[in-house]
C-alpha cells in the first residue's frame, strides 16, 4: 500500500513537471523575439532605468501571466500594450522562458529605486 502510494505520487509530480514543461516555451526563439524588449529592459533583463520592470529571473509564468493582462488590457500600459500586440501566445512562451532563465537581481533594489545612484 506505500509502495502503491509512492508510485502514485511520483506519477502526479511526473504529470505537474510535464504540464509546466509545455508552459515553458522555446528559451533560444525568445531570446530573439526578445530583441524588441531590451532597450527599455535590458539585454540581460535588469533594466537600469528604474521606471522599467526587471524581467531577469522572474517567475515565467508571472512573466506570461503579466503578457497576457497588457493583452487584454486588465493591465492598462500604452507602451506595453503596443509591444505585446506584435506577440502570439508562442512568442509569450519564449519570451517568458528566455527572460526567466536569466540570472536574477530581483533580490536587491540598489540601483532601482528611483533616484538612485
Ligand atoms: C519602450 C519601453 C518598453 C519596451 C520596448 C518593452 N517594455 Fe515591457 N514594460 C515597459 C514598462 C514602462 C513597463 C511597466 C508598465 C506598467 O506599469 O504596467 C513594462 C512592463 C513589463 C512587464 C511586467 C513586469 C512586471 O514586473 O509586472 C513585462 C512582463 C514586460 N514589460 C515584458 C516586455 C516584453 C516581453 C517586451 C518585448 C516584447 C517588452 N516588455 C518591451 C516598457 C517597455
Redesign the pocket.
Known sequence: MKRALTLLSFGAVLAFASTQLLATGNLENGKQ??A??F???GADGNSVDP???R?AG?YNL??QQ??HE?KTGQ?S?P??KG??A??SEQDIED?AAY?SSLPTKLDTLQGHIQGDK
Open positions: 523575439k526578445a524588441t524588449c532597450a527599455c529592459h521606471q522599467y520592470p524581467l522572474q508571472y512573466i503579466a503578457l497588457y493591465r500600459n507602451i506595453m509591444f505585446v506584435t506577440l519570451v527572460f
